[in-house]
């Protein structure tokens, strides 16, 4: 038995034979040719072929995984259609007397290099694009089969790496799993196998390409992101206990899917979930969540090694708000700080992190910074229903300059003739007994609430979260917090705000009950719990 270790994209377990992904011979030669016209009508022909194939995989796309995330595909077929991606072709065809295939190629290559010098995530992430279309453009001139060969029966493919239109193109019916040698889990291939169900892994190391062969066992653990060539019996059993006790789940849980978070006695509920990155998105849809309460925006800040530009940033919100089509999409602004370190922000070393600068505590040091952020969000509301949640809070001073902010960005965008959306709500976090306590003068203030019961429980019980000798100390239930939560609830009410959960209690079944008898309108999860929490909210009965 060899094992590998990736990322896992799609948590399920797949046992079964492999079949090694082939892609189309890649190498392209350069060949002298007289007729350059014929060669121009050539690459209209597989252009036009080309558009039609796509067509075919953004209808399938649709039904599969839903628009936003078949949006790709027709995206592709505009590139396709791109005039200085044509004009390219043809002057080179034209210019240096060469084949089509030719010609095609370096212009991939030149396009692909343009975008990657790009300094913006989203761009970069069109370069691979272009080499989809442009090795599907070759495919097409060549005769080849454009989306590679896939052996009968079902498999586990195998790949270097894999493309969207790849992924998408795979008989669903025939692939057990996939994992691939390379790849980013914020691949627009890893969210696609996220919401077709596919058990995943990705990033395993190109030397197991040189172990595994047509036809061999395997097992796919997408929960760990483990994949075993070979198994032996002990993995083989485990994993098929594991496998089988999954499936069960799952299989309970999927009838919930369109279904109402209601009680029995009508009580309704929203269930929203949190993610970290955009790369998340495919599993709150996958998971038929109500839309996104808590978007930790810092993810942005942590995986640049320089702030990201109010371009990057509106892009990826325009991303998400995009993908949620309408669904309420409540982004957090940066919560950075604590255990949360970023070196480029320069912050000091402080005694006791958590209770120093962090959070809207930079943003208020530091309103430049704020109000970037500020403005890619409220420049990126107008594709969407956005949310904006402040953390942190603990006066009625703080959130007074925070919304002093907010107008000036707003009056700036307007004066600049730039558009956002009229109905952007604005909420803060309750997660520090200060602003529990005076919930009652915040409420009239914002449109809602949400609880960050992992700090609330921290700053209640002085119990440091990221210290392990603290567990023993922290009862999450505690009536403190359990009453702060209340009393914001309250409070929230009686101003006409709503108020929700996003701390992990949310998702603690065992609460779900107190929660909802409190008036919390809204529960945020993590995406894999949606359904666990909608199953228990349909079983309760609420009024006595
Ligand atoms: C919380 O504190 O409960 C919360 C949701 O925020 P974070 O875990 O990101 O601090
Ligand atoms: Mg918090």
Redesign the pocket.
């Known amino acids: 038995m060899k094992t590998f270790t990736g990322k896992g994209v799609y948590g399920a377990v797949a046992i079964g034979t492999v079949s090694v992904f082939k892609k189309q011979d890649a190498a392209v030669k350069r060949v002298h040719v007289e007729d350059t016209e014929a060669e121009k009508r050539r690459v209209a022909a597989a252009k036009e072929l080309s558009s039609s194939q796509l067509q075919e995989i953004y209808e399938k796309a649709l039904k599969e995984v839903g628009e936003a995330n078949a949006a790709i595909f027709e995206t592709h077929r505009i590139l396709l259609d791109d005039d200085d991606y044509n004009d390219s072709i043809c002057n080179i065809i034209e210019s240096q007397s060469v084949n089509a295939e030719y010609a095609v190629a370096v212009t991939a290559d030149h396009f692909a290099e343009m975008f990657l010098a790009i300094d913006d995530a989203y761009m970069k992430a069109r370069a691979a694009d272009i080499r989809d279309i442009s090795g599907r453009l070759i495919g097409n001139l060549t005769g080849a089969a454009a989306d590679g060969s896939m052996t009968g029966g079902k498999v586990i493919i195998c790949a270097s790496d894999l493309s969207p239109s790849e992924t998408v193109s795979l008989d669903k019916e025939k692939v057990l799993a996939f994992v691939t040698a390379c790849g980013s889990s914020n691949s627009h291939t890893a969210i696609l196998a996220r919401n077709m169900n596919i058990p995943a892994v990705i990033g395993v190391g190109e030397a197991f390409l040189s172990v595994i062969e047509d036809g061999g066992e395997m097992i796919v653990d997408g929960f760990t992101g483990e994949v075993f060539w070979n198994p032996d019996e002990e993995t083989r059993r485990r994993l098929s206990d594991k496998k089988k006790e999954d499936e069960e789940k799952k299989r309970l849980l999927q009838e919930l899917k369109g279904r109402e978070n209601i009680t029995l006695d009508g009580r309704k509920v929203n269930i929203y979930a ?1 993610i ?1 990155s955009v790369d998340n998105i495919g599993a709150v849809l996958l998971n038929d969540a109500g839309g996104i309460g ?1 978007f ?1 925006s ?1 993810f942005l800040y942590l995986e640049n090694s320089d702030y990201p530009t109010e371009e990057e940033q509106f892009s990826a919100y325009k991303r998400v708000l995009e993908s949620m089509a309408g669904k309420k999409v409540i982004i ?1 602004t940066l ?1 950075i700080g ?3 370190q970023v070196d480029y922000f320069g912050l000091k070393k402080e005694e006791n992190p958590a209770l120093g600068l962090r ?1 809207i505590r930079i943003c208020l040091t530091r309103p430049e910074l704020f109000k970037t952020q500020l403005r890619a969000l409220y420049r990126a509301s107008a594709y969407g229903n956005l949310g904006i949640m402040f ?2 809070i603990t006066s009625v001073s703080e959130l007074t300059e925070i919304l002093v902010l907010c107008k000036e960005v707003r009056e700036e965008l307007s004066a600049q003739g730039v558009g956002y959306a009229e109905n952007v709500e604005l909420g803060i ?1 309750i ?1 520090t007994p200060a602003a529990a306590l005076i919930s009652d003068r915040l409420a009239p203030m914002v449109d809602f609430f ?9 700053y209640t019980l002085a119990c440091d ?1 990221q210290n392990p000798d603290m567990e023993r100390f922290v009862d999450t239930h505690h009536e403190a917090v359990l009453r702060l939560i209340e009393m914001s609830a309250q409070n929230a009410h009686q101003h006409g705000a709503w108020i929700g ?5 949310a998702a603690d079944t065992t609460l779900t009950e107190t929660f909802l008898k409190m008036g919390i309108d809204e529960l ?1 999860v993590s995406p894999s719990f949606v359904l666990q929490v909608r199953d228990v909210v349909r079983k309760l009965k609420i009024t006595p």
């Open positions: 949190n970290g808590l930790r810092e957090r919560d604590a255990d949360k959070a953390p942190m976090m997660e949400s609880v960050g019961t992992n700090d609330l429980t921290q979260r959960i996003c701390g992990e209690l945020s």
